[in-house]
C-alpha cells in the first residue's frame, strides 16, 4: 500500500477516525507521518492529514492562477500544507470552502465568543430584558394590547441586536 | 532568569492536587489567536514574525495574571529546556522547534501558558491539575478578553475567530485532559471507549509512543471541532465525556479487584520487581511498569506512598529531565543506565505491595 500523501512510499502508519457514521482512514509512510505530526497527539489533527489528501480538492474551484491579494498565497500552497497564509486568505479562498469545513466541524457558522466591540451594546440587551419581563406580565393579566405593543418592541430592538451581530 | 530556576520544582509541580486526579491528571484549555493584517507565522518571513511578537509579547506580559511570568524568545532558550518545557506539557513539539520570531509567556505556578507564533500568532493555554475544564475555560476566557482590548485579532462574524489551519477555526478553542486508564487497558475495554467517544466527535488518543501504543496508560481527550458550537458547549461536551470515562475507569478496577485480583497483584507486584531492581531501562518500560505502581497505590497496595511520587519519577525518567538531574547531556543507552540507577535510588524506601487490604480508593 501506497502513502496516500507522498504517494512514493510504502505506508507503514494507518490512521482511522470515526466521527458519527463517518469512517476516514488514511494510510502513511513514516516521513509523511512525521511531517504531518500523526505521532504527536498534541499537534495532531485528523483533518489535517485529510486536507492534503481528499478535502483540499475541494476547494480549488477558484483555480490555481488565483493569489491572495494580501499575503501571496496560491491554492497549492494551502493544498500542501493544510494552512493558509494569512486572515484574508478565507476571503480569497472563500468559494469552496463551505464544504471542506462542513466535512470538519459541526457547523460552517461561527456561534461561539464576539470581540466587544460585536457584542450587542448591553443596554440594548438589558432593555430586551425588561420588556420580556413587561410582556409576560401582560400575558398574564391577559392585557393583551399591551402584549402585542411589547411584542412589536421586542422585534425592533431584536433586529438591531442581529445588526450588530451580523 | 533562567527557565531553569524559573520552573516550579518536579517534586512541588506533582503535589499539586485537583478533582478526580487519580485519575484526570490535568485539564486544559487552550484558544487559537491571530492578529488582523498580519500573515499566519507559518508563512510569515522572520522579520513579520518578529513585528507581531513585539506587538503581542508586551501586552501578554502586561496582564496581571502575568506578574513575575517568565518570558523568552525560543532562540533564547537552549534545546534542552525546550525539551523540557515540552515534558511539562507546556508547549507542543512542534513550537519547540521554533526559533527566532516565536516566543513563549509562562506564568508563576504555570498555570498559563502563551505560545507566541506557534502555527497562529497566539496560542494561550490554561492548565488546572485533576478534572477542572470548565474552570480552565472561564480563565482563558478572561485572559483573551483582556488581550482583545489590546490587540485586534483577526475575525469575522460568519467564521468566527480566523486561524492558519481551517481546523481550528471559528472558538479556536481544544480543550482536553490528560487520563490515567490503566483499568480501563486491563479490562481490555478500552478501544470500545475510543470508539464511543469518536462518535461524539472527540478524539482519544495515547499521549507517549508512537503509532496506537498508549505507553503509561495515559490518554488524552479533546475536542477535534470548533465551529458551529459556542465554547461553553463544546466544554460542557467534553466534561460530561470525562465524567463518564471517569466513572467507567473506577467500575472497571473495582470489577478488576473482584474477578481478577490475581492478575493484576501479579502485574503491579511485576513491576516493583522490575523498577526497583532494574540496571537498565528504558523510558518506554519505565513509564509501563510506573503506570502500574501508580494504579498499586490507588488500589491501596501502598498505604505509605504518596501518589505525587510516582507522577513526580513519570517525569523525571524522560530524556530532559533526567539530563538535568544528572547535570550532563547522555547518549541515548548510556540514558537506559543512569534511568534505571535513578529508579532503584529512588525506590529504595518504598515497601512491597501489600495486597491484604486491596480496595479502589477514590
Given at each position: 500500500m501506497l502513502c496516500n500523501a507522498c504517494k512514493q512510499n510504502e505506508a507503514t502508519v494507518h490512521l482511522t477516525q470515526i466521527a458519527g457514521d463517518d469512517m476516514k482512514k488514511v494510510d502513511l509512510c513514516e516521513a509523511c507521518s512525521k511531517e504531518k505530526h500523526a505521532t504527536d497527539p498534541e499537534n495532531f489533527a485528523f483533518a489535517d492529514v485529510l486536507l492534503g489528501l481528499g478535502a483540499a480538492q475541494e476547494v480549488e474551484?477558484?483555480?490555481?492562477?488565483?493569489?491572495?491579494?494580501?499575503?501571496?498565497?496560491s491554492q497549492p500552497d494551502f493544498k500542501k500544507?493544510?494552512?493558509?497564509?494569512?486572515?484574508e486568505c478565507y476571503t480569497t479562498f472563500a468559494e469552496g470552502l463551505e464544504a471542506l469545513l462542513k466535512s470538519m466541524h459541526?457547523?460552517?457558522?461561527h456561534n461561539g465568543k464576539l470581540p466587544v466591540a460585536l457584542q450587542p451594546p448591553r443596554d440594548a440587551s438589558t432593555k430586551l430584558k425588561q420588556l420580556q419581563k413587561r410582556l409576560d406580565k401582560a400575558v398574564l393579566d391577559e392585557d393583551y394590547e399591551t402584549a402585542a405593543a411589547l411584542r412589536d418592541e421586542i422585534r425592533q430592538v431584536r433586529g438591531q441586536l442581529g445588526d450588530v451581530a451580523a | 532568569m533562567s527557565l531553569r530556576s524559573f520552573l516550579s520544582p518536579l517534586p512541588e509541580a506533582c503535589r499539586r492536587t485537583g478533582p478526580?486526579?487519580?485519575?484526570?491528571?490535568s485539564s486544559r484549555v487552550r484558544l487559537a489567536r491571530n492578529l488582523r493584517g498580519h500573515p499566519f507565522p507559518g508563512h510569515a518571513k522572520k522579520p513579520d514574525r518578529v513585528r507581531a511578537m513585539d506587538t503581542i509579547r508586551p501586552i501578554v506580559e502586561s496582564l496581571p495574571e502575568m506578574a513575575g511570568a517568565y518570558a523568552a524568545a525560543?532562540?533564547?532558550?537552549t534545546p534542552a529546556d525546550k525539551q523540557l518545557l515540552v515534558e511539562r506539557h507546556l508547549i507542543s513539539r512542534e513550537h519547540a522547534a521554533r526559533s527566532g520570531g516565536s516566543g513563549i509567556v509562562l506564568s508563576k505556578e504555570e498555570s498559563l501558558c502563551v505560545m507566541i507564533?506557534?502555527?497562529?500568532?497566539l496560542r494561550m493555554q490554561s492548565l488546572q491539575p485533576g478534572l477542572q475544564v470548565r474552570q480552565a475555560w472561564a480563565r482563558i476566557d478572561q485572559v483573551d478578553s483582556a488581550l482583545e482590548k489590546r490587540l485586534e485579532y483577526a475575525f469575522?462574524?460568519?467564521?468566527?475567530y480566523l486561524t492558519?489551519?481551517?481546523?481550528?477555526?471559528?472558538?479556536?478553542i481544544r480543550v482536553s485532559a490528560m487520563l490515567h486508564l490503566p483499568g480501563l487497558v486491563l479490562d481490555e475495554q478500552i478501544n470500545k471507549i475510543i470508539q464511543s467517544v469518536s462518535k461524539l466527535g472527540l478524539a482519544v488518543r495515547g499521549?507517549?509512543?508512537?503509532?496506537?501504543e498508549a505507553l503509561g496508560n495515559i490518554f488524552q481527550v479533546s475536542n477535534q471541532q470548533t465551529l458551529g458550537e459556542t465554547e461553553a458547549h463544546i466544554v460542557e461536551r467534553i466534561a460530561k465525556v470525562l465524567d463518564q470515562i471517569l466513572e467507567t475507569e473506577v467500575n472497571a478496577r473495582k470489577r478488576l479487584l473482584e474477578t481478577k485480583a490475581k492478575a493484576v497483584f501479579n502485574y503491579i507486584g511485576r513491576a516493583y520487581g522490575i523498577v526497583s531492581n532494574a540496571h537498565v531501562i528504558t523510558s518506554k518500560e519505565a513509564m509501563n511498569q510506573l503506570s502500574l505502581l501508580r494504579l498499586g497505590v490507588d488500589l491501596n497496595?501502598?498505604?505509605?506512598?504518596?501518589?505525587a511520587l510516582l507522577e513526580e519519577l513519570f517525569v523525571l525518567i524522560q530524556q530532559a529531565h533526567l539530563q538535568q538531574h544528572i547535570g550532563i547531556k547522555l547518549e541515548p543507552d548510556k540514558r537506559d543506565l543512569v534511568r534505571a540507577d535513578l529508579l532503584r535510588e529512588r525506590l529504595q524506601l518504598m515497601p512491597r505491595p501489600q495486597t491484604a487490604d486491596a480496595r479502589c480508593l477514590e
Open positions: 474551484q477558484v483555480g490555481p492562477e488565483s493569489r491572495c491579494p494580501a499575503c501571496g498565497y500544507t493544510g494552512r493558509f497564509g494569512c486572515p459541526k457547523g460552517t457558522r | 478526580h486526579d487519580r485519575i484526570v491528571l525560543m532562540d533564547e532558550l507564533n506557534e502555527e497562529d500568532h469575522s462574524s460568519d467564521l468566527g492558519a489551519c481551517p481546523t481550528n477555526l471559528g472558538t479556536g499521549l507517549y509512543g508512537e503509532g496506537t497496595l501502598f498505604p505509605e506512598v504518596p501518589r
